[in-house]
């Protein structure tokens, strides 16, 4: 497993919200980024999270939070455990009187992680099988408006069903 964290949230030239998520320091994975094809509301909660905005109202992951610390129980560790068809897979640990580990939606997954603070794990053959190059961690010496532009012009070009199959 890589620890990752959540890079951005962009929206590819189709209008489909992609999260990035981008291995920590120098850890193993390092200079890829995996992007993972989510929902738009998904993508809201994502970035309402990181960015430390309040809604007016909970958001389902906020009242998901709130259940999780009002039961006691807090969420240890979210991870993408595997891609398969297309489709990546997610799981959940909490913690409480026991552990439990549940199935997700990566995209939920990370909406409750961002929201807890619980770290995100990427298994290392996911990492392999759906990354792709982080063009802005390719040269440190790189203006960054021009990776940002880069990996706008690749969002524009891409397709998800490029990740499908092994593609």
């Known amino acids: ?14 209008g489909d919200h992609v999260i990035l998520l981008k291995p920590v320091d120098t850890l193993p994975g390092a200079g890829r980024v995996l992007p993972i094809w989510i929902g738009a509301q998904e993508a809201t909660s994502i970035l309402i999270a990181i960015e430390g905005v309040e809604a007016p109202r909970p958001l389902a992951h906020d009242l ?37 580990t549940l199935d997700a939606r990566p995209s939920d997954a990370v909406a409750l992680a961002s929201r807890t603070g619980a770290p995100i794990f990427v298994a290392d053959s996911v990492l392999a099988e759906a990354g792709i190059v982080d063009i802005t961690a390719e040269d440190e010496d790189a203006d960054p408006e021009e990776n940002v532009a880069e990996f706008k012009r690749f969002l524009d070009d891409v397709d998800p069903d490029d990740f499908r199959d092994g593609r």
């Open 64 to 100: 998901m939070s709130a259940m999780l610390a009002g039961l006691g129980a807090t969420v240890t560790r979210v991870e993408v455990t595997r891609v398969q068809d297309g489709t990546f897979y997610a799981e959940v640990t909490i913690a409480a009187s026991g552990v439990l």
């Open 1 to 14: 497993m890589v620890q990752v964290r959540v890079a951005g949230v962009a929206v590819d030239a189709a």
